[in-house]
Nanobody, 124 residues
């Protein structure tokens, strides 16, 4: 079992940056592949990116590739989502997720553990 708590959301102008944090507690952090999803108003949850449990690989949705970066601090049991050059279409609730296993999946059903979400709003 792992508990996830996101923070770092807020309101930012287009072109700006935000860094989201996801603090994990519970079982050994390094056993989990981590993912970030987002949900815009009236839309389903969309895969943003993920990092394998070894930290050796990352994968991003085409819509954020080159602008968003996932990293982690194993000592702090924290995963980060650095978001640069934000666009209004990046607006939504961002969720941190975790799954046991080495593969980064893009489907919500593959992730067993979810944070409560943090709101990101990008104004034009």
């Amino acid at each position: 079992q792992v508990q996830l708590v996101e923070s770092g959301g807020g309101l930012v102008q287009a072109g700006g940056s935000l860094r989201l944090s996801c603090a994990a507690s519970g079982r050994t952090f390094s056993m989990y592949t981590m993912g970030w999803f987002r949900q815009a108003p009236g839309q389903g949850r969309e895969f943003v990116g993920g990092m394998s449990w070894s930290g050796g690989s990352t994968y991003y949705a085409d819509s954020v590739k080159g602008r968003f970066t996932i990293s982690r601090d194993t000592a702090k049991n924290t995963v980060y989502l650095q978001m640069n050059n934000l666009k209004p279409e990046d607006t939504g609730v961002y969720y941190c997720t975790a799954r046991v296993g080495a593969v980064i999946h893009t489907e919500t059903t593959q992730y067993a553990y979810w944070g409560q979400g943090t709101q990101v709003t990008v104004s034009s």
